[in-house]
T-cell receptor, first 114, second 115 residues
């Protein structure tokens, strides 16, 4: 099983709403990632969790709050977003170690902020 | 700051032709990744290149890595319409070698293959 699942597939939210994105993998990977991808742009790294601990935060605004409840789950809590935060949010997972491990991407959540 | 540059950014070609996409990066790294993305879809891993001189092939696609030149190439042989997609190269952002690193992506090459 090389699948990373994400829910919901689509999300429309107002600027005052609070919502959460969910990501799950059952490959035994101990690293999980959030990326943001705007239309016709490459994905941009937001957060990295390694062994359930936040290891990289790419200066993401505090209106995005990640959480890793266990080794299989990754959440992204959203609050007071701006219209410019509308994008495809991609979750990925990989093994951890000195080897180069490919990252497996989920299908993404397409977020629209109104 | 790590920079990853791809060229061309847009490529329109005919079926049956050969072409190469280039990926240059600015840091010392021996780990280079190629991904494919179809419109409205997520990223599909194509190749992981681990060392200098690495060459991998899958069907009509072949990728290579020259760490001394900090250059990777993705070569398309006898293109077919199904290969139309956006292709990204990516490099480990920190290349710490010991943990989980996020990826820094090139801008992507939008490839259209016409019958």
């Amino acid at each position: 099983d090389t699948e990373v699942t994400q829910t919901p597939k689509h999300l429309v939210m107002g600027m005052t709403n609070k919502k959460s994105l969910k990501c799950e993998q059952h490959m035994g990977h101990r690293a999980m990632y959030w990326y943001k991808q705007k239309a016709k742009k490459p994905p941009e790294l937001m957060f990295v969790y390694s062994y359930e601990k936040l290891s990289i935060n790419e200066s993401v605004p505090s209106r995005f709050s990640p959480e890793c409840p266990n080794s299989s789950l990754l959440n992204l809590h959203l609050h007071a977003l701006q219209p410019e935060d509308s994008a495809l949010y991609l979750c990925a997972s990989s093994q951890v170690g000195r080897e180069a491990y490919e990252q497996y991407f989920g299908p993404g959540t397409r977020l629209t902020v109104t | 700051e790590l920079k990853v540059e791809q060229n061309p950014l847009f490529l329109s070609m005919q079926e049956g032709k050969n072409y190469t996409i280039y990926c240059n990066y600015s840091t010392t790294s021996d780990r280079l990744y190629w991904y494919r993305q179809d419109p409205g879809k997520s990223l599909e891993s194509l190749f992981v290149l681990l060392s200098n001189g690495a060459v991998k092939q899958e069907g009509r696609l072949m990728a290579s890595l020259d760490t001394k030149a900090r250059l990777s190439t993705l070569h398309i042989t006898a293109a077919v319409h199904d290969l139309s997609a956006t292709y990204f190269c990516a490099v480990d952002a920190r290349n710490s070698g010991g943990g989980a690193d996020g990826l820094t992506f090139g801008k992507g090459t939008h490839l259209i293959i016409q019958p």
